[in-house]
């Protein structure tokens, strides 16, 4: 029995289940006893893989035999022939999904051997399996984890894609090296290798296609189609170069769409890529790649890789969602990201069913069509979106008949004609075309284009599109009327109308079409002028005629006629026929004519006459009277200027016609204040019938009349402007308009207020429409160029020309080149046509001639000239330009000799340190400094410190105070900008500051001045309690002496003591500080250039330091000298002998203080140069303005000293004369400050006085606009410090203000200089910031941007002759009197974001009117929103089953189990909207190694996955934006559970 079953075996498992074994059959179990693992048996041979063919399914014989007839089933007429019975049944599938095998069997009837296999296969369960399910192998292996391999358990992972033997189960061990064979062959329907559909059965590799068939060769095409042609996807291959800077630190590289396949990216340099996703659904996120290996995006595999100098990024596809790989700048060198994928055309063609019959009964037909189908979004778009592909080819429609039974008719049944003969198809129909937009230079015309139908009696009827879809649609767009338009076109002059001095010509001047025809159709714009002076060099002894001297005829007579005539357009308009000849010989007659209204027909080019109310405007006269000369036989010449007094005096015109007011016109208004103008008609006395106005005397026509109508206001109406031009002649443009509510009051007064849009009757007219919505015709569409290939010595240039058709949706279609009809502009073209100048080519740089330490290198050099043509020349080296030594030689540094495998040096963060000492000695509101050095500041002064850095990213920088670390507080301010903020200095801020930038580390000293001028004693965490009690109990003396003993220098300690522990490193100046604040001894002649303050700033607390307190308010604010300078003292004092040290150190102190007072007024000099006033120093507080001097101090501060002037020192003020503007002469105006100067045609010179009084003697500066004046051959400066402007033009323009400055302060004045008196407004360009002062001024013109509650005000100083006026508008709505101030300013009290908008300044007088904005922004720091419903939802919707968390100023935990993800969500609010970022540690979560997580929501929400103990601590998210910033903090806490 074992011999007739062997045969049947398929499968059989030796599996260990508690010491029992298992033989797993087709038809049963057998179970025993065994100690080994599981093995698998074998199988049936099947043929190898090389040796399938098509047929494989049908006939896989074995020849194999059975004895077992019961299961004999019946066999056809080939089975019988091969003595083989039927294929039985196939059997269940070995897996339920990932694809398996399923056989049949067979059995031989024979007792001989049969040909063939007794057993075949097929593939079956071809779907995908759930991603929970895991990999098929993998279950192999594992089902091995309970089985103990040479006496040990181990967790088997699989070993996939072996070359040798892809079918046999190779496993290794977790965590080891070791691989072990634990079964010859895997299950069927394993797959061969993890990219192919191959798979395993009976342990050999069968070939599998795409059609899950196997042995089938049918492949996936790149756009993952089985057996595609690659059409329904498009390469996208490209490369993307780094443009990233320090202010924009990410940039997107490419958008990858949704389907694409094969995607692979290489980035080369130090930058790193991340990426963001959007599904269909529009949930969006991000992930950083930060390490090697393979993750799930979106459900989407991304392979990655990631190298030293380069990145790796594969994605398999398809992809299931978009993915925009985007770069982070992480390094000074650029980036460069090459990338390739296939994007799958989303639109294509689908056919539609057939549409109904087209009759019911007796035959008919029906076709089909095509309908354009987008595959993403699952619906039918229009057809362009499909023409947008060339791969797309639209299928032809299909037809059929249908119906074809015969309809019932009252005889029986009729004759069933053949519906081609006797029922014509449907036919396309088109209307004429319509008449061309253009009449000449190119115009488009159109029609319309429709599906009709003939039935058998002839009636023809619009039927449905689709049934004429079996042929092409005719055009509906054509171009016409490309010939060019009429053009004038000059004869030739006349001869001059006098043989001597000056007088007239003329010319004919014609409008020619292009065919050369006289037309009409010219615009009388650009006509060229028919008449001209003429100048005859031959001189006029006998002046006879008036200069010039009119045409005679019959010149003049043929240029009036061509000039009177008016040519047909295409609107209607009156045309005038040639005037008849004069009824009479002699005297006053008349002429006639005929005047028709005409139009000219664009599409037939003839002219048409239409009824007279067709044309607009008055029709021109068909009478008038004629002069034929006098009747006694004299001819004077004819004059036609005096023809009008010729017939003034004619008796009988005289009597006969007269001017008479008839009423008035019609109100020009309805509303607002119109007028009504009187009207004046030429009347016959006679008959008071109308005359022509020609035969009324023109000079006795009566004035003008007006009177005033509808006086009543207007109500509220939109105000609507014009529609602008089309943006496009075709193809759907946009027109846009002005719509506004306004209110008019008096039109007469031009008072005009603007309401808000509610107020006006709705809806609101529309501001935007489409315009020529129709098809273009195809056209050539080029590019732009692209540079030139060469700066010189001739390139080219070239650029892309393509046929396109701009479509009635806004598309553009591509076309062939045949479809556009014009040439073809050129593609490319030569540029840069000119010698290149000669330079230097230089040779690479030779070796460095050394092999190790310091050496030089060299290099050649020709001079070379590349000509037009662009052929390299070698010319003359004199011809190029010197060449520096350095150019041909350099030194060369290698390793060093001595130790030549020591690693090249790598660059490591730097902190730009001032090593400078601060004294100060007034009260400031706050001082900026530098990390590096040491301060000595009063209390409640605010510091500002910074820790400029270089290769170190400041949101890294760390504070330390002595070292402890440093964080945000009410009173300290810790900046992720590099800097330390103290805002009210007290006692307990004194100590040593340390700015960490990686391994840099740099300190700032912080001491503090008290009340005595002498030095705050440092806190008593900082020394022993018996020695601060010490301190306290001695004199001022010996706290001094101890004080000196402890710093070494001034003491006269023994060596021994010297010896000793270092003194403290924060104190090393103590004593040359108090010593200089107590010193009285500052130079006299120094301290005459400042100014003594007022007594009652003076701290008078003690009547023992009024002298030195008096004499330090003669100081500068703050006295700054190097550290350097110091030290020396230092170090002097340290080496001379102790009884001289206490003498030598008053010496060296008062020496310091004069040259700290003098480096102090010298730098204020280079300071106040005009040039350089805009640079503040350290230290200077900003609102103290300093504006230039130059030698002027110097030179009065050292004559005044010398002679001993007792004048007392001021501050430097203008004088300011009210007077008006002196008129020295026509052309040059003197005018004084204060004044309004407004510049004439005839105004040659403008000179502006300036006197200023002050000791110092002031330094005199000009700026116009703000800015400094730059002087020229025209502007000139006089040696009165006068500014003297020659020949004004309209850029000299503007507000000129006079600076006047000296060591105590400045005073400046503007003067405003305008073009004939029209208005002027002073402006400024800046933004202005604002989060800490309570109140704030700017000038108009610039942006405002401050937070809520401060007081703003916006200057608008004006000038004009008559002065301008000035009003106020809020968003274009003018603003009441309450708001304004003194000069025009305008004042905002308690700003609040309901105050946010435009406001604009307008300045009017007579001359004309001007108008400047100032944008005002409420900002509003980042803070914690008291509803948190809004932050809670969106975590639920992000992840309803995952845990969350929001953090808080104070922090906020949640305690999870290891290997959870959790939601971390930052609750803010603000505006702008704040710039969320996210630390981990202290550090970006981009660059936490090892955490895996997703930005979502804007920020707002951090999702951390797969936590670890690595992952928990604290994760806080910074909150930023103009008006400040906010940190929350939430900490993770990993809960590890024991194992039992």
């Known amino acids: 029995m074992a011999r007739l079953a062997a045969p049947w075996r398929t499968r059989l498992l030796v599996r260990i289940f508690g010491g029992t074994w298992c033989l797993l059959y087709v038809a049963g179990q057998v179970c025993g006893d065994q100690s080994q693992g599981a093995v698998f048996l074998r199988e049936f041979t099947l043929i190898r893989r090389e040796s399938l063919h098509e047929d494989f399914l049908s006939d896989l014989l074995n020849s194999h035999k059975t004895e077992d007839p019961s299961s004999r089933t019946a066999r056809s007429e080939e089975d019988r022939d091969g003595l083989w019975d039927a294929w039985g049944p196939w059997s269940e599938c070995s897996r339920t999904c990932g694809g398996g095998a399923s056989y049949s069997l067979r059995r031989c009837l024979s007792n001989k051997s049969c040909e063939g296999r007794n057993i075949r296969y097929r593939t079956c369960s071809n779907v995908d399996c759930p991603p929970e399910a895991g990999d098929f192998r993998a279950q192999q292996c594992s089902a091995h984890n309970d089985v103990k391999h040479h006496g040990q358990f181990y967790e088997w992972l699989p070993v996939s894609n072996d070359p040798d033997n892809p079918c046999s189960l190779k496993c290794q061990a977790k965590g080891t090296t070791l691989v072990v ?240 003969l006797y029922h014509p198809l449907p036919r396309w129909e088109a209307t004429p075309w319509t008449a061309c937009s253009s009449s000449c230079g190119g115009g488009i015309q159109s029609r319309a284009v429709s599906c009709v139908e003939e039935d058998i009696q002839g009636h023809v009827t619009s039927v449905e599109e689709w049934k004429c879809m079996y042929t092409p649609k005719m055009p509906i767009v054509q171009p016409c009327n490309i010939f060019d338009c009429p053009k004038w076109l000059a004869q030739e002059w006349s001869p001059c109308t006098v043989t001597c001095g000056q007088g007239l010509r003329y010319r004919v001047v014609l409008c020619i079409d292009h065919r050369g025809m006289h037309t009409g159709g010219c615009s009388p714009k650009t006509k060229p002028h028919i008449k001209e002076e003429c100048i005859i060099p031959t001189p006029c002894y006998k002046p006879k005629e008036k200069l010039p001297v009119e045409a005679k005829l019959p010149w003049y007579k043929q240029a009036q006629e061509l000039e009177e005539g008016a040519a047909v357009s295409e609107e209607p308009s009156f045309i005038p026929e040639a005037w008849s000849a004069c009824t009479v010989t002699c005297g006053v007659g008349t002429q006639v004519r005929m005047v028709r209204c005409q139009v000219l027909l664009s599409f037939s080019q003839s002219v048409a006459d239409l009824p007279v109310d067709e044309c607009e405007g008055p029709k021109p006269a068909s009478q008038r009277a004629c002069y034929a000369g006098p009747c006694n036989g004299e001819a004077p010449e004819f004059n036609p200027e005096e023809t009008d007094g010729l017939f003034g005096g004619l008796q009988d015109f005289d009597e006969l016609y007269d001017w008479e007011y008839e009423g008035f016109t019609k109100c020009s208004e309805s509303c607002g204040g119109g007028v009504q103008e009187a009207v004046v008609s030429c009347l016959n006395k006679q008959t008071r019938e109308p005359a022509d106005e020609n035969l009324c005397v023109t000079s006795r026509r009566p004035p003008r009349l007006l009177k005033s109508c509808s006086l009543d206001p207007c109500p509220a109406r939109w105000e609507i402007g014009k529609w602008s031009p089309c943006s496009l002649t075709c193809g759907v443009g946009l027109q846009t308009r002005d719509v506004f509510c306004s209110h008019l009051l008096s039109r007469e007064m031009n008072e005009t207020v603007i309401l808000a849009d509610e107020l006006c009757r709705q809806p609101k007219p529309s501001t935007v429409q489409a315009c020529n919505r129709f098809n273009c015709p195809p056209a050539w569409d080029p590019a732009q160029w692209q540079p030139c290939s060469r700066t010189c010595g001739g390139g080219v240039q070239k650029r892309e020309v393509l046929c396109k058709q701009r479509m009635a949706d806004g598309s553009f279609l591509e076309l062939p080149e045949t479809f556009c009809s014009a040439s073809k502009p050129a593609s490319q073209q030569a540029c840069k046509k000119d010698d290149c100048p000669s330079e230097w080519l230089l040779s ?375 007077s008006a503007a002196q008129q020295l002469s026509a052309s040059e105006v003197v005018t004084h400050l204060g004044q309004t100067v407004a510049l004439a045609s005839g105004t040659l010179s403008v000179l502006l006085h300036c006197e200023a009084v002050g000791n110092p003697r002031p330094t005199i500066s000009w700026a116009r606009n703000g800015e400094e004046v730059q002087f020229s051959d025209r502007i000139l400066l006089q040696p009165d410090d006068s500014l003297q402007i020659l020949a004004p033009v309209e850029a000299d323009v503007g507000f ?245």
């Open 844 to 1218: 690479d740089w030779t070796e460095c001639s050394t092999s190790c330490g310091e050496g030089t290198q060299t290099r050649s050099a020709i001079c070379r000239k590349v000509l037009k043509t662009g052929v390299s020349a070698i010319v003359n080296s004199s011809l190029c330009p010197p060449l520096p030594f350095s150019s041909s030689i350099r030194p060369c540094m290698l390793a060093t000799c001595a130790r030549p495998g020591r690693p090249a040096t790598k660059h490591s963060p730097h902190i730009a340190a001032a090593r400078k000492v601060y004294i100060q000695t007034r009260r400031q509101r706050k001082l900026h400094f530098v990390v590096g050095g040491f301060a000595y500041l009063l209390p409640k002064t605010a510091v500002v410190l910074r820790c400029p850095t270089r290769r170190f990213r400041k949101p890294l920088i760390t504070w330390e105070k002595d070292g402890q670390h440093l964080i945000s507080s009410a009173h300290v301010t810790v900046a992720p900008f590099g800097y330390l903020k103290i805002h009210r200095l007290k006692p307990s801020d004194a100590g040593i500051y340390t700015c960490s930038a990686g391994p840099a580390r740099e300190q700032f000293v912080i001491k503090l001045i008290g009340g005595n001028r002498k030095l705050v004693a440092r806190p008593l965490s900082l020394r022993s309690e018996e020695e601060a009690l010490a301190v306290r109990k001695a004199s001022p003396k010996e706290a001094l002496q101890t004080h000196k003993h402890q710093n070494g220098i001034f003491s006269n300690g023994s060596k021994a003591e010297k010896r000793g522990p270092a003194a403290d490193p924060g104190s090393r100046y103590d004593d040359l500080v108090s010593r200089l604040l107590e010193q009285g001894g500052w130079p006299g002649e120094l301290l005459a250039s400042w100014e003594v303050q007022d007594s009652t700033e003076r701290n008078t607390s003690s009547e023992e330091d009024q002298n030195a307190e008096q004499a330090l308010w003669h100081l500068p604010f703050t006295m700054v000298t190097e550290q350097r300078r110091l030290d020396d003292i230092l170090r002097n004092l340290s080496q001379q002998p102790e009884e001289l040290r206490d003498v030598y150190g008053k010496h060296l102190v008062a020496q310091l203080a004069q040259e700290i007072f003098r480096t102090h007024l010298e730098h204020q000099d280079a300071l106040l140069k005009p040039s350089e006033r805009r640079l503040p120093p350290v230290a200077i507080p900003p609102h103290k303005h300093v504006s230039g001097f130059s030698s002027s101090l110097r030179t009065s501060s050292a004559g005044e000293a010398g002679g001993g002037s007792r004048r007392p020192h001021r501050k430097p003020t203008i004088l300011r004369k009210i």
């Open 1296 to 1540: 000129y203000t006079c600076n006047a400055t000296n060591a105590l302060g400045y005073d400046s004045v503007s003067i405003a200089v305008t073009l004939a008196g029209k208005p002027l407004v002073k402006t400024s360009r800046v933004t202005v910031i604002n989060t800490e002062e309570p109140a704030i001024t700017a000038d108009v013109g610039s942006t405002i941007k401050t937070v809520q509650g401060v007081n703003v005000t916006i200057n608008c100083q004006v000038a004009g002759v008559p002065e301008a006026e000035v009003t106020w508008f809020r968003n274009k709505s003018k603003l009441g009197s309450p708001h304004h101030l003194h000069e025009g300013s305008l004042l905002l009290t308690d700003v609040s974001s309901s105050d946010q908008g435009l406001y604009s300044c307008r300045a009017a007088n007579v001359h004309g009117e001007l108008t400047e904005n100032t944008q005002l922004l409420i900002l509003d720091p980042p803070r914690v929103p008291t509803q948190l419903e809004d932050i809670r939802a969106l975590l639920s919707a992000t992840g309803p089953n995952l845990p969350s968390v929001l953090t808080s100023p104070l922090g906020a935990q949640l305690v999870l189990d290891p290997g959870n993800s959790a939601l971390l969500g930052c609750p803010i609010k603000g505006h702008p909207t704040p710039n969320i970022t996210w630390f981990h540690g202290g550090q970006p979560v981009a660059t936490v190694p090892g955490l895996t997580h997703h930005i979502l929501a804007a920020g707002q929400i951090l999702q951390v996955a797969n936590l670890s103990g690595g992952s928990q601590g604290e994760f806080s998210c910074l909150a930023q934006n103009e008006a400040g910033m906010l940190v929350q903090k939430a900490s993770l806490v990993i809960q590890v559970v024991p194992r039992a």
């Open 181 to 420: 064979e634990l079964a010859p062959k895997v299950l069927d329907g394993t797959r061969c290798y993890t990219e192919s559909l191959d798979m395993c059965i009976s342990g050999l590799c069968q070939i599998v296609g795409c059609d899950h068939q196997l042995g089938s060769t049918m492949k996936e095409d790149n756009c993952g189609v089985c057996n595609g042609d690659g059409s329904t996807c498009r390469l996208v291959r490209g490369q993307y170069k780094s443009q990233l800077s320090a202010t924009k630190l990410d940039d997107t590289v490419v958008a990858i769409p949704y389907g694409s396949r094969h995607i692979r990216l290489v980035l080369k340099g130090p930058d790193h890529l991340y990426l963001e996703t959007k599904t269909l659904q529009g949930a969006k996120g991000e992930s950083s790649l930060s390490s090697t290996g393979t993750f799930l995006v979106d459900n989407s595999s991304v392979d990655f890789q990631k190298f030293p100098d380069k990145e790796i990024l594969r994605m398999t596809g398809p992809l299931t969602a978009d993915f925009i790989v985007k770069i982070h700048n992480s390094g000074p060198a650029d980036s460069t990201v090459q990338f390739i994928f296939y994007q799958p055309i989303i639109h294509r063609w689908r056919e539609t069913d057939f549409f109904p019959c087209s009759a019911t009964c007796g035959g008919g037909y029906q076709l089909t069509s095509a309908e354009c189908y987008d595959l993403r979004s699952n619906r039918v778009v229009a057809d362009q979106y499909c023409h947008y592909y060339p791969e797309n080819i639209k299928p032809k429609p299909k037809l059929q008949e249908c119906n074809l039974d015969p309809c019932p008719a009252s005889d029986g049944y009729k004759q069933i004609m053949p519906y081609d």
